[in-house]
């Protein structure tokens, strides 16, 4: 069992499933920054006037991956791009890990 602190590690890593067309999907693990409630709340509002790309947006809460590729912006933009589905998959299993009810509730 996990052992709870007050000040929760910045980082946690995760393995996030990314639709691979043709081909299943491909387990990746991606580390992810942890935010306060309020913050989490403040960062994923997005305002209809923000211009704001799935890279921008996911950049708030991805900081790395375990992929052979670095984890930069250029290589971060390739994947969003030649993997549609992608984006949902990272933005969904952050939230979920974060905000989730994985246990049934009492």
Same mark, same amino acid.
């Given at each position: 069992?996990?052992?709870?602190?007050?000040?929760?590690?910045?980082t946690?890593?995760?393995?996030?499933?990314?639709?691979?067309?043709? +081909?299943? /999907?491909? #387990?990746?693990?991606?580390?992810?920054?942890?935010?306060?409630?309020e913050?989490?709340?403040?960062? =994923? &509002?997005?305002?209809?006037d923000?211009?704001?790309?799935?890279?921008?947006?996911?950049?708030?809460?991805?900081?790395d991956?375990?992929?052979?590729? +670095?984890? /930069?912006? #250029?290589?971060?933009?390739?994947?969003?791009?030649?993997?549609?589905?992608?984006?949902?998959?990272? =933005? &969904?299993?952050?939230?979920?890990?974060?905000?989730?009810?994985?246990?049934?509730?009492?």
């Amino acid at each position: 069992m996990a052992k709870l602190t007050l000040n929760p590690n910045p980082t946690f890593k995760l393995k996030v499933k990314i639709p691979v067309p043709g +081909k299943g /999907n491909a #387990d990746v693990e991606f580390t992810f920054k942890h935010h306060s409630r309020e913050k989490l709340t403040e960062l =994923m &509002e997005i305002d209809s006037d923000d211009d704001i790309s799935n890279q921008e947006y996911l950049a708030r809460f991805v900081s790395d991956w375990d992929l052979d590729d +670095k984890f /930069n912006e #250029d290589n971060f933009k390739i994947l969003l791009d030649s993997y549609p589905r992608a984006a949902n998959a990272i =933005m &969904e299993a952050y939230t979920q890990e974060m905000v989730g009810a994985r246990e049934k509730n009492y």
